[in-house]
């Protein structure tokens, strides 16, 4: 099965700034999702959309998808400390239940 | 609801030890999926259930590895013996039948082999 690339590995903003990162793909998609992990802890969902959708918001939350390019951006707006996480996409493709999870994109919002 | 459960937190065991990792899933959820997360690997899917059942095993590494669910409640995953190279933070996720795909992740176990 197909695994999402993150980009970048690393990103480190001030508190307030806004943070992109992007996650690209090879084949079709039912749906991508992204996930939140901070240190130790188990994966949180954040969002999920949909092969039909283009952009969708959650609070300080946007993501965008672009098929014809294979690749999604996670935006967080006004970031804040307890923003620092890891953030992975997963992707769904063809009748399986089961997501293909990227190796992440690792935050740090800096105080 | 309680959230994914998963039971030990933490395990430290001597190589050719055997080792089982448990999970209760959300209640009504009947998707189980467990995760193996390393440094090197990434984020690596073992084995999913649905309804009790196994549907793709192919991400199991060895045949060292098994896992069961005798209930919808209940799963456990086992490595026998354990290695070295098994330690990892391992995680149990639950999802619904429904037209979204979210799963929803337990603490995850940190197993240390020795």
């Known amino acids: 099965s197909q695994q999402g690339e993150e980009d970048p590995q690393a990103l480190s903003i001030q508190e307030g700034e806004n943070a992109t990162m992007n996650c690209s793909y090879k084949t079709s998609i039912n749906n991508l999702q992204w996930y939140r992990q901070n240190s130790g802890r188990g994966l949180v969902h954040l969002i999920l959309i949909r092969s039909n959708e283009r952009e969708k918001h959650s609070g300080r939350l946007r993501v965008t998808l672009d098929t014809s390019k294979k690749s999604s951006s996670l935006l967080i707006t006004a970031s804040r400390a307890a923003d620092t996480a890891s953030y992975f996409c997963?992707?769904?493709?063809?009748?399986?239940?089961?997501?293909?999870f990227g190796s992440g994109t690792q935050l740090t919002v800096l105080p | 609801d309680a959230g994914v459960i998963q039971s030990p937190r933490h395990e430290v065991t001597e190589m050719g030890q055997e080792v089982t990792l448990r999970c209760k899933p959300i209640s009504g959820h009947d998707y189980l999926f467990w995760y193996r997360q390393t440094m090197m690997r990434g984020l690596e899917l073992l084995i999913y259930?649905?309804?009790?059942?196994?549907?793709?095993d192919s991400g199991m590494p060895e045949d060292r590895f098994s896992a069961k669910m005798p209930n919808a409640s209940f799963s456990t995953l086992k490595i026998q013996p354990s290695e070295p190279r098994d330690s990892a933070v391992y995680f149990c996720?639950?999802?619904?039948?429904?037209?979204?795909?979210?799963?929803?992740f337990g603490p995850g176990t940190r197993l240390t082999v020795t």
């Open positions: 997963a992707l769904s493709s063809g009748s399986a239940r089961q997501l293909t």
């Open positions: 259930f649905n309804n009790n059942v196994p549907i793709d």
């Open positions: 996720a639950s999802s619904s039948t429904g037209p979204a795909y979210e799963q929803y």
